[in-house]
Each structure stands twice: as C-alpha cells, then as structure tokens.
C-alpha cells in the first residue's frame, strides 16, 4: 500500500509564495518520478512539474511554460518527501495541486499513485 499526504496549500495574495509538500508512504522501494498537477476550474488538469530521479544525478526537473521560473521543485530521498516552492504567485495559478509518484514497491510491483490534493487560492 502507498499513500500520498499534500500539505502546505492556503490563500495567499498575488505576489506571495507558498510551499507545497508531498509526503509518500508505504511499501516503496523506489520512486522513479514525482509529478506536480493543478486542476484549476474550467480547466483540464495540467502539469506543471516534473523531477525524474536518476542514479548520479540530483534529480532532473521539468517545468510547464506556466510557471517555469516560479516554481521550483526539489527533495528529501530520506523521507520521500517532494517539495514545490510556489513564488511569484498569480491568480491564474488559484487550483488543487496535487502530487503523483511512479514508484516501485517492494515485492516488484509499480505504478502511479496520487495524493488528495491540496488548495491553492491566490487573491488579486
């Protein structure tokens, strides 16, 4: 079993930042790669960022057009916790965020799993 808490979600005024943060749980041997979504009303959801954990690297990230340079993504392997620093924030930006991992678990299986999304509501 894998499970995926979301904190750090909150109204904050165009301009401000916040910290969103991912924490897995569970039977994980491995995260591959962690992903950050935002569903914004009306809207598909999108991503938004990206860090594939490769051997020898630091983690290589990816981010949407959207918010390249304001976003940032990074984390701590120890406690398979994935930050995303939200700065800079727009009203644009108002959605539920959430995380997903592809993860290989102990015992051999894999897949994606989800977190349950946290708010983000940026004031004009």
């Known amino acids: 079993q894998v499970r995926l808490v979301e904190s750090g979600g909150g109204l904050v005024p165009a301009g401000g930042s916040l910290t969103l943060s991912c924490t897995a749980s569970?039977?994980?041997?491995?995260?591959?790669?962690v992903f950050w979504h935002r569903q914004t009303p009306g809207k598909q959801r999108e991503l938004v960022a990206t860090?594939?954990?490769?051997?020898?690297?630091?983690?290589?990230?990816t981010y949407a057009d959207s918010v390249k340079g304001r976003f940032a993504i990074s984390r701590d392997s120890a406690s398979n916790t994935t930050y995303l620093k939200l700065n800079n924030l727009k009203p644009e930006d108002t959605g539920v965020y959430y995380c997903?991992?592809?993860?290989?678990?102990?015992?051999?299986?894999?897949?994606?799993?989800w977190g349950q999304g946290t708010q983000v509501t940026v004031s004009s």
């Open positions: 569970g039977t994980i041997q491995m995260i591959n790669a």
């Open positions: 997903r991992i592809y993860a290989v678990l102990t015992g051999g299986g894999r897949g994606d799993y």
């Open positions: 860090m594939l954990n490769l051997a020898g690297t630091d983690g290589i990230t």
